[in-house]
């Protein structure tokens, strides 16, 4: 199956600082990614999808300014947490989209534990 | 708006015993239908889906879910639990289609704790 990857698998930074999580579609093109964040015990909640090229496009709710998503190449997709705080602590959870045909799936990155202190 | 529904937080099963783990679903037209597990500190991994064709649908480590149109429901089952089946368990549904910005949002239920007791 296809593989996807995520770094760094963990983070703990500084109250202030910028964290930026990469997401890698390892063996296969993306034209679309999504960026997921779950809290302990809950579900996974789309923040933002990332359009190769383009600008992404987030859910109500999430701050755009606070939240950079870069998605510059087929294979990457980047999630930048700027002026990180305490309570941006939570599980991020990348995905991208393989399109081949009429075969349309998500794979799932393993996940990147961003703790702020 | 779409929906999933996974109405115990936990289900506790005894190792060798058949499993079921519920979920229904809410979506307009016909739904695409996930499962996913998981385990502590890790990412999803994909079990079995449901798009069309056969009600009962075959998946990963054993796993099958059944698709009940009628109760809108498509519940998850295993014959025989494992202890290393021990995980979080998640329902997902999918609109058929395309949507205005050209993507299909998956909606998640808020996971379900399976625990096989050895």
């Known amino acids: 199956g296809a593989v996807v990857s995520q770094h760094p698998s963990w983070v703990i930074c500084k109250s202030g600082t910028s964290v930026k999580i990469e997401c890698r579609s390892l063996?296969?093109?993306?034209?679309?990614m999504f960026w997921y964040r779950q809290f302990p015990k809950q579900s996974l909640m789309l923040m933002a999808t990332?359009?190769?090229?383009?600008?992404?496009?987030?859910e109500q709710g999430v701050e755009k300014d606070k939240f950079l998503i870069n998605h510059a190449s087929l294979t990457l997709s980047t999630l930048t947490v700027t002026s990180a705080h305490p309570e941006d602590s939570s599980f991020y959870i990348c995905?991208?989209?393989?399109?081949?045909?009429?075969?349309?799936?998500?794979?799932f990155g393993p996940g990147t534990r961003l703790t702020v202190l | 708006a779409q929906s999933v529904a996974q109405p115990e937080d936990q289900v506790n099963v005894a190792e060798g015993n058949p499993l079921t783990v519920k979920c229904t679903y809410s979506?307009?037209?016909?739904?695409?239908l996930f499962w996913y597990v998981q385990y502590p500190n890790r990412g999803l991994q994909f079990l079995l889906k449901?798009?069309?064709?056969?009600?009962l649908v075959k998946g990963s480590y054993g796993f099958e879910a059944e698709f009940n149109k009628s109760q809108t429901s498509f519940h998850l089952k295993k014959p025989s639990a494992l202890v290393s089946d021990s995980a979080l368990y998640f329902c997902?549904?999918?609109?058929?289609?395309?949507?205005?910005?050209?993507?299909?949002?998956?909606?998640f239920g808020t996971g379900t704790k399976l625990q096989v007791i050895p």
């Open positions: 995905s991208a989209r393989w399109r081949r045909g009429q075969y349309n799936e998500q794979f």
């Open positions: 063996d296969f093109q993306a034209t679309t």
């Open positions: 990332s359009n190769e090229g383009s600008k992404a496009t987030y």
């Open positions: 979506v307009s037209g016909n739904p695409y």
């Open positions: 449901y798009i069309t064709g056969d009600n």
């Open positions: 997902a549904v999918r609109a058929p289609g395309w949507v205005s910005g050209g993507y299909q949002k998956v909606t």
